[in-house]
């Protein structure tokens, strides 16, 4: 199998990004919201070193995606009144369970939220930078 061998990875920035998981959940101030739930849409772009892992291809010098989704669909089943603090949950417990993430960029996207207006959805983005 090749392998990456001397290439100059300083500087590198180096993202996993995961687009589009959709969410059954129960999350709204209405009680309607609370009982028959709505579709969510979760986007995530996640910061974080990974030039080991470009060089040993091995999962364990990365951050596997498929654990980053199941992460992220705990925090989607517990309701919550307000998508702000569901998505402030996730970021919290992504960085909680993967510390080597530096940047965590997320948006939660309510889709057709209940308001009476003709839209396709209301969303929050969060940046949180760790230390």
Known sequence: MPTVTNIDME???????LKQMVFHA?????????KVGNRFVVDLLLTLPLEKAMESD???????YA???EVVKKEME???NL?????????QSLHDRFPQISIVRLKLSKINPPIGADMESASIIVEKIFD
């Open 11 to 17: 500087p590198l920035t180096t993202q996993i990004e």
């Open 26 to 34: 129960f999350h709204g101030v209405d009680p309607q919201e609370r």
């Open 58 to 64: 091995d999962l364990n010098d990365t951050v596997n």
């Open 67 to 69: 654990l980053v989704y």
């Open 78 to 80: 517990i309701p919550s």
């Open 83 to 91: 998508i702000e603090h569901v998505a402030g949950r996730i970021v």
